[in-house]
């Protein structure tokens, strides 16, 4: 499993993967995330699944793929954004039985190189990133456990990890 030792909990302003409602051209990146990041680009979430919701995803743990946004919060509101990301995720904590996601970090996959040099997350050559350097640590909403459960018993999977592929291009989302 990819996870990180949770009881080292991270040093410094670790980026964040989203991959539903706060992707570019969803509703609630313009609302949560217009004029506090520095950085965006593509990215994958290795060993886990996506899973259809009521009006956003969830992802868990699994044997799959999910796709999305790797970002990096702009200078001076690392904090704010993390505060209202939480709220937003109703994550009260780590573990704490109203959660309906926990925060954790992951280790996320940055696929190719053609974002290089753009100042975002993860940029430069392949001579320039030491060993490794195709991934990188960042924050994660997972489903929270009692929800994990429920869709492990009766959800339903969003078959290629991709929460953009849900709806038609310049159309509604389909249910």
């Known amino acids: 499993m990819s996870t990180l030792d949770p009881a080292s909990p991270p040093t410094g302003e670790l980026p964040f993967f989203v991959y539903g409602t706060l992707l570019p051209g969803e509703p609630n990146h313009d609302l949560f995330l217009r004029g506090r ?3 965006e680009r593509a990215a ?7 899973y259809d919701g ?3 995803p969830y992802a868990i743990d699994g044997h799959g793929r999910v796709h999305g946004t790797l970002l990096a919060a702009a200078p001076g ?6 505060g209202l990301l939480d709220h937003l995720e109703e994550y009260l904590g780590p573990g704490h039985p109203r ?11 940055l696929p190719g190189e053609e974002q290089a040099g ?3 997350p993860g ?3 392949p001579e320039e990133r030491a ?3 195709g991934t990188v640590r960042a924050w994660v909403y997972l489903a929270a456990a009692a929800v994990t459960r429920s869709l492990r018993t009766g959800g339903s999977v969003i078959d290629g990890g991709r929460w953009v592929t849900r709806r038609p291009p310049g159309g509604p989302r389909t249910p």
């Open 54 to 56: 009521p009006g956003y």
């Open 37 to 39: 990041t520095s950085g």
């Open 131 to 133: 060993p490794g350097e």
């Open 118 to 120: 753009k100042g975002q």
């Open 99 to 109: 959660n309906l996601y926990e925060r954790v970090v992951r280790e996320i996959e």
């Open 44 to 50: 994958v979430l290795p060993r886990a699944l996506l």
């Open 123 to 125: 940029e430069g050559t």
């Open 77 to 82: 509101v690392y904090e704010e954004l993390l």
